[in-house]
């Protein structure tokens, strides 16, 4: 592929230059006069060679060869960039690569099979999973995609807090609310759980056991509504998730850390380790040698650990288990536990930076320009289940993962429901749908199209040299996106591509017929165009499938103008 042939070029060069360890990267220039790829690898240079980016970039250029690789011409501009523009046949030859390649177009190596951890959702199972477990679930997983494809081998774990003063509460709600049940006047807890949910529980609790704990506040009856809460509450997620496609390798739970001793192991490495000392009677951690704003306590005064301690404690497992590369994905709420974290686990000797974390903002969802009112069944949120049955399992995730984490969503159910192309998810579906259609009425299979001797050269309109290249850019776009942890860029190349896709599609073919888009009767035009489409098939099916959505053959809507889809 000329992409990878010109990274390896200019990365040689440099080499010979003395430079090595370099990642180029190369992009597809906003403005299509400056060319058809650049990179600003003399800009990042600079500092470290000593040398302006403009000089670096013309060392470069001077050594690049003009005809080889089908580059055309190469030229410097502004500070430091260096614009490549590519022959017709050369941008051309993409189209050969993505067919032979098919659902591997756009996978590397960059990994080398190495263990890389995506942890994700962890909610706690004190009640049904709300929207912001939902935006981090279809972040988690398409961050684990966009690794995937790109060689590392990624295990998707969940961390469940089945331990500590919240589940205490849950368990506390349940028994009030199954003492009322019982026909006892009984309060709720102060911070107790008001949903609806936690009746449920109450009365599948007295359905197995009766009146036989009515009055009993001891700690048996306590203890057990905690471990029937936390399986209903557990098995209620994991069915949420798994209709949310989202499937874990690994559920991890806090309480087998207190189970194996491996909280109590970590306790005493940190203090053989000679950070820990002793304060106002409870165990503090010097995490100010390590970064923090401020030591923190790990044990407090009755003897319970603080929160970090476990995730210090798990995160060492993880360690242990090989995941030297960990991303956590979590909401913003715990943006003040990562220097602790982070300062415990140096401590003990893991490098700087380890976890890697991926923090997302709140979710608000909207409808008509106003919020939208809270859920009766969860007392104080939406729920992931209500959202994801109003508009859609494809919708929901893609409208989670297409904005930067770390920007705050309005999720606009009026443009969720609606199904034209103005729904940026509907938008790529059906570019690919159309793309299917193409070889339905063509009587071809896609999979048996002859890409061989087709004389390419003819794609020679503006339109699909641009579409060429866009399609060229899908494998440097996945190493960007799994390099930045960023499952927004993919979506706002799908949501591109299928714009460009749908602009060439009904270029001078107001009645959207697709014999006059692609099954010309020129058939040599007609062979490659066939190329092309099933190039932009393919690149859009491998697009939506890291983000676990749905690439569709049909849609069609029925009475109720819900969306249907057949899947390939």
């Known amino acids: 592929m000329s992409q990878e042939a010109i990274r390896k070029v200019i990365e040689g060069i440099l080499s010979e230059m003395g430079i090595s360890d370099v990642a180029v990267h190369l992009d597809q220039p906003n403005n299509p006069s400056h060319g058809d790829l650049a990179t ?83 909610a706690n199972p004190t009640g049904p999973l709300h929207l912001g477990h939902g935006r981090q679930g279809a972040l988690g997983d398409a961050i684990a995609g966009l690794l995937e494809w790109n060689g590392w081998s990624v295990g998707r774990e969940y961390y469940y807090n089945d331990a500590g003063a919240q589940i205490d509460r849950l368990g506390e709600s349940v028994w009030a609310r199954y003492q009322q049940y019982l026909g006892e006047e009984i309060d709720l807890p102060e911070g107790g759980y008001q949903g609806e949910y936690v009746i449920k529980i109450a009365e599948k609790f007295a359905a197995e056991y009766g009146d036989r704990f009515k009055g009993d506040n001891s700690q048996k009856p306590l203890d057990l509504m905690k471990r029937t809460a936390i399986r209903i509450i557990r ?11 989202i499937d874990f390798d690994v559920y991890f739970l806090e309480s087998s850390l207190y189970e194996n001793g491996q909280v109590e192991s970590t306790v005493e490495a940190l203090k053989k380790a000679g950070h820990v000392y002793d304060k106002d ?10 970064g923090d704003q401020k030591d923190r306590v790990m044990i407090k005064r009755d003897g319970s650990p603080t929160y970090f301690l476990p995730d210090v404690a798990y995160h060492i497992d993880k360690w242990n288990r090989g995941f030297y590369q960990v991303v956590n994905v ?29 923090l997302h903002q709140m979710v608000r969802v909207e409808r008509d320009g106003k919020d939208v009112k809270l859920s009766k069944r969860s007392g104080s949120y939406i729920t992931l289940r209500e959202l994801m049955t109003e508009v859609g399992v494809d919708v929901t995730r893609y409208f989670f993962q297409m904005r930067k984490p770390e920007g705050h969503l309005v999720f606009d159910l009026d443009l969720a429901l609606d ?42 309109t503006k339109a699909e040299r641009e579409l060429i290249k866009q399609l060229s850019h899908f494998p440097e776009l996945i190493r960007r996106a799994a390099r930045l942890r960023a499952p927004h860029i993919m979506c706002d190349y799908l949501e591109e591509t299928a714009g460009a896709v749908n602009s060439w599609y009904h270029a001078g073919n107001p009645n959207r017929n697709p014999e006059l888009a692609v099954l010309v009767s020129d ?43 057949t899947n390939r």
């Open 40 to 122: 600003n690898v003399a800009l990042t240079l600079a500092s470290a060679v000593g040398k302006s980016p403009r000089t670096i970039a013309e060392e470069i250029a001077s050594h690049i060869k003009v005809g080889e690789f089908g580059i055309q011409a190469v030229e410097v501009a502004g500070p430091g960039f260096l614009n490549f523009k590519l022959s017709t046949d050369q941008v051309v030859t993409v189209l050969m690569d993505i067919i032979v390649e098919q659902d591997g177009y756009g996978r590397s190596d960059d990994g080398k099979g190495r263990k890389f951890m995506v942890e994700f959702v962890s």
């Open 281 to 290: 009677d409870a165990v503090w951690l010097r995490t100010t040698e390590f």
């Open 419 to 460: 199904q034209s192309d103005k729904n940026p998810v509907y938008k790529i579906q059906y570019a690919h749908v159309r793309m299917c259609s193409i070889f339905r009425k063509a009587g071809i299979e896609r999979d048996n199209l002859i890409a061989e001797n087709v004389d390419l050269s003819v794609l020679d």
């Open 330 to 358: 979590q909401g913003a709420d715990h943006h003040g536990t990562i220097a602790r974290v982070q300062a415990g686990l140096q401590a003990l000797g893991l490098p700087e930076g380890y976890p890697d974390y991926v």
């Open 523 to 565: 058939s040599d035009l007609r062979n490659a165009r066939l190329v092309l489409a099933r190039a932009i098939q393919i690149v859009l099916y491998n697009g939506l499938s890291i983000l676990g959505i749905v690439a569709p053959e049909r849609m069609f809507r029925d009475s109720d103008t819900a969306v249907h889809s």
């Open 235 to 245: 098995d209620e997620q994991d069915k949420d998730l798994s209709d949310f496609r």
